[in-house]
Each structure stands twice: as structure tokens, then as C-alpha cells.
């Protein structure tokens, strides 16, 4: 079950949320284990060239991954109360990452009432770029920054946003 494809350069890189590893696909066809025991679905480069990981149902949060292979958690709970399952994430030029957060299959009880859309900035503070969805999934920005895509995969739309500035969403 693969999710959060993401070319590094020399592979593509991709989730198997089931077992909880990323994955890495070369060209000449070779599949090998890139990272184990990790909480993961959507995947992302930072603009440093980081592995940004949105660690889906088990671990509940957005983590970046460092070249020697450490991982910080860069959000995991918002006014106190764990997230959902972060599913997809895209940084925009400035640094920031817009994230979806829906709650799918769980057997663990959801402190959040709400499944929505969220922009983490380069410094670290959490806000909500949209609160209206059903269920948020993938996301992706246009390389200028002016442009965002999020699916909603229970109310079967995809929306288009303008950013006017860093994690504000205007015309959708």
C-alpha cells in the first residue's frame, strides 16, 4: 500500500504505510528499504533538502528527517490535543508546509472534532489554512507559491486556492 511518492534525485522515494517504511524505487527497477520503523505517508522534500514525513495513523505527526537519519517532530499536537493522521504535505518557497490532517481507520479514539487543513510556518507556528473539509488528502502547491491544490476525499472535490501570503488561502 504506497503512498507520498517523492523524487530524491537518484530514487523515488515512496510510503508503505502498512509496515511503516519508506521505500526507494531506482531506475534500473531495485526496490530497497530507505527508512524502517516509521509512522509515514505523505513525503515532501524542505527546501534544505530534508525529508519532511507525515507520520500518518501511528505516530499522529509531521516530522523532518535529517541527513544522519534524525528525526525531530516538527508538530504533533494542536491546543494540547494529538492530531489525526497527518496524510500530505507540500513546503512552500518561504519554508512553511501546508498539511492535511483527516482521521481515517483508527482503533485509537481522535482528540480532534475536526478534519482540516494546516499551515505550519518556517518558524514554527501552527495555524489553519482551511477548516472546511469533510476529509483533506493530497495536496500540492504550483513551484511560483501562488497556487495550492487539496483534495477532499470524502466530499470528491479538489480545491484551488491563490496564496495571497504564507498560510493564507484566498479565492478558492
Known amino acids: 500500500f504506497t503512498e507520498g511518492p517523492v523524487w530524491d534525485g537518484s530514487g523515488l522515494l515512496f510510503s508503505d ?7 526507494r524505487y531506482t531506475e534500473d527497477g531495485n526496490v530497497s528499504l530507505y527508512i524502517d520503523d516509521i509512522g509515514t505517508n ?8 530534508l525529508l519532511i514525513v507525515c507520520g500518518n495513523l501511528r505516530d499522529r505527526q ?7 537519519g ?29 498539511f492535511s490532517d483527516p482521521r481515517y481507520r483508527t482503533r485509537e479514539v481522535m482528540e480532534l472534532d475536526v478534519e482540516i487543513l494546516y499551515y505550519l510556518s518556517a518558524d514554527g507556528e501552527l495555524s489553519v489554512a482551511d477548516p472546511d473539509y469533510t476529509r483533506p488528502n493530497g495536496l500540492i502547491g504550483t513551484t511560483d507559491g501562488k497556487t ?3 483534495a477532499d476525499y470524502a466530499g470528491e472535490f479538489i480545491n484551488r486556492y491563490d496564496i495571497e501570503f504564507p498560510g493564507v488561502l484566498i479565492n478558492k
Open 62 to 68: 509531521l516530522y523532518r528527517i535529517s541527513e544522519d
Open 17 to 23: 504505510v502498512r509496515v511503516n517504511k519508506i521505500m
Open 148 to 150: 495550492l491544490y487539496v
Open 42 to 49: 505523505g513525503l515532501y522534500f524542505d527546501n534544505d533538502g
Open 70 to 98: 534524525k528525526r525531530t517532530v516538527l508538530v504533533d499536537k494542536v491546543d494540547g490535543k494529538r492530531l489525526n493522521a497527518p496524510n500530505d504535505c507540500w513546503v512552500d518557497p518561504v519554508g512553511g508546509i501546508y
